[in-house]
C-alpha cells in the first residue's frame, strides 16, 4: 500500500513538473524583465492592429501605398486651387493679425490671435521636428526633406481651411469660453446643408479619434521621445535611467497634471512662453551649424532635390520619399487632422477667416523653416544613413553633435520642454473631444484629465516603433472624417472669405493699432 502512494504522489509530482515547469519558466522571464519591457509587449501588439488598419496600402510599382496618405496629398492640393493660393497672397496680412492690428479685445473668445498661433504650433513644434524628420529622412533618404517642403505648402491651404470653419461654427457659453474644433462644424456645419446625420456620425467618429490622437502622438510619443534624449545624455544603457522609463513618466505626468488643470488660459500662457523660446534656440543652433558648413549647403540641396526624384532608400526609391515626405510633415504640421481648429476656436475674433489667415502659418513655421533646418543639420553632418537603426531624436541629437559637442544636452531640455508643450496643448484637444461624447462636468473632465496623465507612464517606457506605429494610427484616423467634412463645406469658407475681402479692401474692417 505504502508502495502505492509513493508511486502515486511521484506520479502526481512528475506531471506537476511537466506541466508548471513552462509555466514557472515563462514567470521568470517575465520576472526578469524590466518594467519598460512588460509595458512594450503589452502595447506593441495593440499599436500594430491600429496601424494596419489605419494605413491599408495597395501596391504601385512594387511600393505599399498607404490610401491615408494620398487623401491628404489630394486634400491640401485641392484646397490650394479652390482657394486661389491662398497660403501666399494671405501671407502677409496673416502675420499682421498676429501682431494685433486687426484686434478687437472686446471680441467674444478666450485667448489673443498670438496665443492661439502659439498653444497650435506648441502642438506641432517639437518633435515632429526633431525627432520626425530623422525618421523621414532615415527611412525616405534625404529627398524626403523635398517632400515635406512641399507638403508644409500646400497643407497651408488646408489648415486655413479647418481653422476658418472652427471659429465660425464654436460654441459659445455663458462663461465666457468656447468650445470648437472638428466636433462642431462637422455637425453643425453639415445640419446647415441638410446632412445633419452624417454630421453627426463624422463628428463623434472624429472626436473618438482625437481622443486617441491625444494620447497617442500628442502625448506617449512626446513622452516617449523626451526619454530618449534624457537616458542618452546620461549614459544610456550605463547611465542611472536604465529600465526606469516609466519613473521619467510618472514624474512628467504629474507636472502636465499640475498645467492642464488650469485650462486654456493656463495653456495658453505657458505655451506662449515656452515656444517661442526654445524655437528661438533651435533655430539658431541649426542656422549655426549651416553657417559653420557653408562650403556644403549647396551639397546638401543638391542631395535633397536628386533624392526626391532618384532616392534608392529601403523606402522604395523616390515613391518612398515622397510617402515619408508628406507622411512625417503631416503628422508634423498636423494639417487635415482638424486638431488645431481647436485651439484657433477659442480666440477673441468676430471673423472666423482671420484666423484661417493665422492658421495658414503653421505650416510654413512648423514645415517649411524648422523641418527644412533639422534636414539641413542631419544631411551636412554626415550621420544618415538610409535604413539606418539609429533614428527618431537619437538621430538628430547626434547630428548636432558631430559640430556642436555639447548641444545635445541642450536638445535635451529642448526636447522636453517641446515635447511638455505639446502634450499640455493635446490635453486641451482631447479634452473637447471627450467634453463632446461624455458632457463637460467637473467629474467628467477630471476622469479624462487622469488617463491623460496616467498614459505619459507607458508612453516613455515603450520603444520607439511602437510608438510611432501607434501614433500614426490615431492621428491620421482623424483625417478620414475631418477632411470628408472640409470637402463639403469648403463653398462656406469660400463665401466667408470674399465677404471679408471685400470689406477689408473697403475699410469696413479696422485695424485697432
Keep these: 500500500m505504502k ?7 511521484a506520479a502526481v509530482m512528475a506531471t506537476l513538473t511537466i506541466t508548471l515547469l513552462p509555466a514557472l519558466a515563462m514567470a521568470q522571464e517575465v520576472a526578469e524583465k524590466s518594467i519598460d519591457a512588460q509595458i512594450n509587449d503589452f502595447v506593441a501588439p495593440i499599436a500594430k492592429a491600429v496601424v494596419d488598419v489605419i494605413f ?3 501596391p504601385f510599382s512594387g511600393v505599399p501605398i498607404p490610401l491615408i496618405v494620398v487623401w ?11 482657394f486661389g493660393f491662398i497660403q501666399f497672397f494671405a501671407f502677409r496680412h496673416a502675420i499682421d493679425i498676429v501682431r494685433g492690428k486687426y484686434t478687437n479685445p472686446n471680441d467674444p473668445g478666450q485667448i489673443t490671435h498670438f496665443q492661439a498661433l502659439s498653444t497650435a504650433l506648441s502642438g506641432t513644434v517639437g518633435l515632429g521636428n526633431i525627432a520626425g524628420v530623422a525618421v523621414a529622412v532615415s527611412i525616405g533618404g534625404a529627398g524626403a526633406t523635398f517632400w ?18 472652427g471659429v465660425k461654427y464654436r460654441n459659445e457659453h455663458a462663461d465666457g469660453s468656447v468650445s470648437g474644433g472638428p466636433m462642431y462644424y462637422l455637425s ?7 446632412m445633419g446625420g452624417l454630421g453627426r456620425i463624422l463628428a463623434v467618429l472624429f472626436a473618438f479619434c482625437c481622443i486617441f490622437g491625444a494620447l497617442g502622438g500628442g502625448n506617449m510619443f512626446q513622452a516617449n521621445q523626451s526619454f530618449s534624449q534624457v537616458y542618452n545624455v546620461t549614459g544610456g544603457d550605463a547611465g542611472p535611467l536604465a529600465g526606469s522609463g516609466w519613473i521619467f513618466g510618472a514624474v512628467l505626468a504629474v507636472i502636465v497634471g499640475a498645467v492642464i488643470i488650469g485650462g486654456i488660459r493656463t495653456i495658453a500662457s505657458v505655451t506662449s512662453k515656452i515656444v517661442p523660446f526654445m524655437l528661438i534656440i533651435y533655430v539658431l543652433a541649426a542656422l549655426a551649424i549651416i553657417i559653420m558648413n557653408y562650403d556644403k549647403i549647396g551639397w546638401a540641396f543638391g542631395q535633397i532635390i536628386d533624392g526626391a526624384f532618384t532616392a534608392t532608400g529601403v523606402a522604395g526609391g523616390a515613391i518612398g520619399a515622397i510617402l515619408q515626405g508628406f507622411k512625417r510633415a503631416s503628422f508634423s504640421n ?11 476656436s477659442a480666440v477673441k475674433t468676430k471673423e472666423p477667416i482671420s484666423e484661417g489667415f493665422v492658421a495658414l502659418l503653421e505650416p510654413f513655421i512648423d514645415t517649411v523653416v524648422v523641418c527644412t533646418l533639422t534636414a539641413l543639420v542631419i544631411v551636412i553632418s554626415g550621420e544618415l544613413v538610409v535604413g539606418q537603426k539609429i533614428a527618431g531624436v537619437a538621430l538628430t541629437s547626434k547630428a548636432f553633435a558631430v559640430n556642436i559637442s555639447w548641444f545635445p544636452y541642450v536638445l535635451a531640455v529642448a526636447v522636453v520642454l517641446f515635447a511638455f508643450s505639446t502634450m499640455i496643448a493635446w490635453s486641451y484637444y482631447g479634452l473637447k473631444a471627450w467634453t463632446y461624447l461624455f458632457g463637460g462636468s467637473s467629474i467628467s473632465e477630471l476622469i479624462y484629465k487622469l488617463i491623460f496623465c496616467l498614459a505619459i507612464i507607458p508612453g516613455s517606457a515603450m520603444n520607439l516603433s511602437a510608438i510611432i506605429d501607434f501614433t500614426d494610427g490615431t492621428f491620421f484616423a482623424m483625417a478620414i472624417f475631418n477632411i470628408i467634412g472640409l470637402y463639403l463645406l469648403a463653398p462656406v469658407v469660400k463665401r466667408e472669405l470674399q465677404s471679408y475681402m471685400t470689406r477689408l479692401k473697403s475699410g469696413e474692417i479696422q485695424k485697432y493699432r
Design 3 to 9: 508502495r502505492k502512494i509513493n508511486a502515486a504522489l
Design 148 to 165: 515635406m517642403i512641399l507638403a508644409g505648402l500646400l497643407g497651408m491651404a488646408t489648415k486655413f481651411t479647418e481653422c476658418t470653419l
Design 56 to 58: 491599408f496600402s495597395v
Design 334 to 344: 498636423e494639417s487635415g487632422m482638424g486638431s488645431a481648429a481647436i485651439a484657433h
Design 72 to 82: 491628404l496629398i489630394i486634400a491640401a492640393l485641392i484646397f490650394t486651387l479652390y
Design 188 to 194: 453643425k456645419g453639415l445640419a446647415e446643408k441638410g
